[in-house]
């Protein structure tokens, strides 16, 4: 049964960093494409970041690049998101979706075959 948990989430102040965790269970991590999506209230769920199976590149959207990183550890079958210099603008719940693709190029929502439930991340001081 495939499985993705998130975790990590919290109450964080503007400037801080939080980790991010997303457990797979049901499949190894290094065998697909994984990313990580974020919703803010009232808006859409957008992609943040997503690291490709092919070749293990990284991809990131342009309001996150430089403060965020994405990784991956086959060994404990999770990937992580380290957020740091939080915004106000990165409130949202972020979720960890896995992607049957080869590479990130192209990933989105439509792409996604299986979902977490999602980690609330506020910034607020």
């Known amino acids: 049964q495939v499985q993705l948990v998130e975790s990590g989430g919290g109450l964080v102040q503007p400037g801080g960093s939080l980790r991010l965790s997303c457990a797979a269970s049901?499949?190894?991590?290094?065998?697909?494409?994984i990313a990580w999506f974020r919703q803010a209230p009232g808006k859409e769920r957008e992609g943040v970041s997503c690291?490709?199976?092919?070749?293990?590149?990284?991809y990131y959207a342009d309001s996150v690049k430089g403060r965020f990183t994405i990784s991956r550890d086959n060994a404990k079958n999770t990937v992580f998101l380290q957020m740091n210099n939080l915004k106000s603008e990165d409130t949202a719940v972020y979720y960890c979706a896995r992607d049957p693709y080869f590479h990130c190029s192209g990933y989105g929502r439509r792409r996604v075959d299986y979902w977490g439930k999602g980690t609330l991340v506020t910034v607020s001081s």
């Open positions: 049901g499949f190894n991590v290094d065998y697909y494409t």
């Open positions: 690291i490709s199976r092919s070749d293990g590149s990284t």
